[in-house]
């Protein structure tokens, strides 16, 4: 369209008639309001009708463009159908009065592109996250807006995808489909099953961004979701709908700690979802096995966008996950998500951001990198009971650098989260599993999150630790020691040693209470430091065995009275007085 005039293509097999340009002509400037010019070019392809295309604007009169239409009219008819009515009824009566519409389709042109990234020129009302569809069938979602063109990722093969190819809107938001059907299986970022186990039945259609809940909307966290790894629970506890971050170097068991919280969840009703952002394929088929094996894949569900994957699927990953979660939530479950892992999630969305000409800022990440991950942590939440009571808790790991804390995508997510669990390599390398060091590991939610029994046991645990590091740091430069450090030091030896867990092997609840009271009160204490873990197992076992009705009181009130708490050291010492014998 230039100036007071209107030039547009008509596509048909025949050349048309001067009655059929005359009222094509009458049609245009009664749309535009200007003078006409209509070009013909024979088209061999469009045998059924005629399209007729005004600078961005296209008028599809054939056949296809008809039925294009007419499925769009009845999927609007489906939207606007409450659950509970008798849907036919209401498309018989849009049938009867349906006739093609003249409103144009708008389609757009591919001006660039390369390296999963294709910049788009025409579509001017297309909106962030929404689905486009490329002549070659290749699906992408607008990512960047300008003020001529917008920029789209690509989500299939790209191959087929040149400068010259026609783009159209299809007016819906990227999303992903949801229902009860995905438990147990791993799918991609886009909802599609790659466990080879058949196609999965969706219940329904979830966009993968979504507002996070209001403040009136939600409740206190003040539910445990307990871990069943001692020193976690007992210390750093993590309540449904916290967000608590897994933050270490490489080979820290950062993972491990997530998988042993979801073998943990098994008989609690709560569901799980595993993203894992650029991990390796093997290493996502041994996790499956291993969940598998423990029986904790029936409520479990797996996203993976292996390392092999294109960034745009890497970008996604972890919001399709978190649709997958409020789903669940919005019926009033509880949800455990694991985001496996964050930093390679950020490096991800840096390489499309610089991709599409964004300016780079601190470590060349762009400047809303911090909202990209808020506006994910943020949709984690403990509904409230109005609103069914659904949770969702959120577990984010993050890889850190020689322990540096201090680096761009570690303090965002530090900063934004509830907490953070921080395993610690020499920790690691000294054998202490979970590395988890105490000092710099905190839960801003604390011992709300906590059952009275798991508060009062846990006591002064964190202090004596605390105590115990400190006087070992000191006692390197000492070798002439007084009877009361060496007691002390023995004593938080033990302690380290009694927080050694193996993986896959999560304690119940009554087994840490158990632990944790005879423990603070130095049964321990005369028990050489590599015998504790065979001791602990002997000790569990005959509590089970000879006194299961402190276990089950434990694990069904939640609660540890004066009584039971000198039952437990009575039982210890009796238990131990039989092992002398």
């Not at 002509?25 to 309001?33: I, N, P, R």
């Not at 466990?195 to 996070?212: N, V």
């Not at 949770?391 to 509830?418: F, H, K």
């Not at 590599?530 to 509590?543: A, G, H, R, S």
Request: include cysteine; glycine fraction near 8%; charged fraction near 25%.
């Amino acid at each position: 369209m230039y100036n007071d005039s209107v030039f547009s293509v008509l596509y048909a097999a025949k050349e048309p008639t001067e009655a059929q340009l005359n009222k094509l002509k009458s049609f245009l400037a009664g749309k535009y309001d200007k003078e006409v010019f209509i070009e013909w070019v024979e088209d061999e392809n469009v045998t059924d009708g005629f399209r007729l295309e005004v600078g961005t604007d296209v008028y599809d009169w054939t056949n296809t463009g008809r039925l294009e239409q007419f499925k769009e009219m009845i999927k609007n008819v489906g939207k606007k159908a409450s659950s509970d009515s008798n849907i036919i009824p209401l498309i018989k009566e849009n049938i009867k009065d349906w006739t093609p519409s003249g409103a144009p389709v708008e389609f757009g042109v591919v001006t660039s592109i390369g390296d999963g990234i294709a910049t788009v020129s025409g579509l001017k009302t297309a909106t962030y996250g929404e689905i486009l569809l490329f002549s070659e069938g290749i699906r992408g979602m607008v990512l960047d807006l300008r003020a001529d063109e917008i920029g789209c990722i690509l989500f299939d093969d790209t191959d087929s995808v040149c400068e010259g190819s026609r783009v159209k809107r299809t007016g819906r938001s990227a999303g992903v489909p949801v229902g009860n059907n995905f438990l147990g299986r791993v799918i991609n970022p886009l909802g599609l099953p790659i466990d080879g186990l058949g196609d999965i039945d969706a219940d329904d259609y979830r966009a993968i961004e979504s507002p996070a809940p209001g403040i009136i909307e939600r409740q206190p966290v003040d539910k445990p979701m307990e871990t069943g790894i001692l020193c976690i629970d007992s210390m750093f506890p993590i309540g449904r709908g916290q967000r608590e971050l897994i933050i270490g170097d490489r080979q820290t068991g950062k993972t491990a700690i997530a998988l042993d919280t979801i073998v943990n969840q098994k008989g609690k009703d709560v569901i799980c979802i595993y993203v894992a952002i650029g991990q390796k394929a093997s290493l996502i088929s041994q996790m499956v096995t291993n969940l598998k094996k423990h029986g904790a894949m029936d409520y479990t569900i797996i996203v993976n966008s292996s390392a092999s994957d294109a960034a745009p699927f890497q970008y996604i990953a972890p919001y399709s996950g978190c649709s997958l979660a409020e789903y669940f939530m919005h019926q009033g479950k509880d949800v455990l998500i694991v985001y496996d892992d964050l930093s390679k999630h950020a490096i991800a969305y840096r390489s499309l951001s610089l991709l599409l000409d964004r300016s780079p800022g601190r470590e060349a990440y762009p400047g809303d990198v911090f909202y990209l991950h808020s506006r994910l942590l943020e949709r984690a939440a403990h509904l409230s009971d109005e609103l069914g009571g659904g949770s969702i808790t959120a577990l984010p790991i993050v890889e850190t650098q020689a322990g540096d804390v201090a680096a761009y995508i570690p303090t965002n997510i530090i900063s934004i989260t509830d907490g953070q669990i921080f395993l610690e390599s020499e920790l690691f390398f000294e054998g202490q599993r979970p590395a988890v060091n105490v000092g710099l590991s905190v839960s801003r939610v604390g011992g709300d999150a906590q059952t009275k029994a798991m508060k009062k046991s846990a006591g002064s645990l964190r202090l004596d630790l605390a105590q115990y590091r400190e006087m070992e740091v000191f006692t390197q430069f000492s070798s002439d020691l007084d009877e009361a450090t060496q007691k002390q030091l023995t004593y938080g030896h033990g302690l380290m040693y009694l927080l050694r867990q193996p993986q896959y092997k999560p304690y119940s609840q009554h087994q840490q209470v158990i632990l944790l009271t005879v423990a603070l009160n130095k049964y321990f204490m005369d028990v050489p430091v590599k015998e504790i873990q065979d001791e602990m197992v002997k000790l569990l076992d005959y509590f089970e065995i000879s006194h299961p009705d402190i276990c089950s009181r434990i694990d069904s009130t939640g609660r540890i009275e004066d009584d039971d708490k000198q039952a437990i050291l009575d039982y210890a010492r009796e238990f131990k007085e039989q092992g002398r014998e």
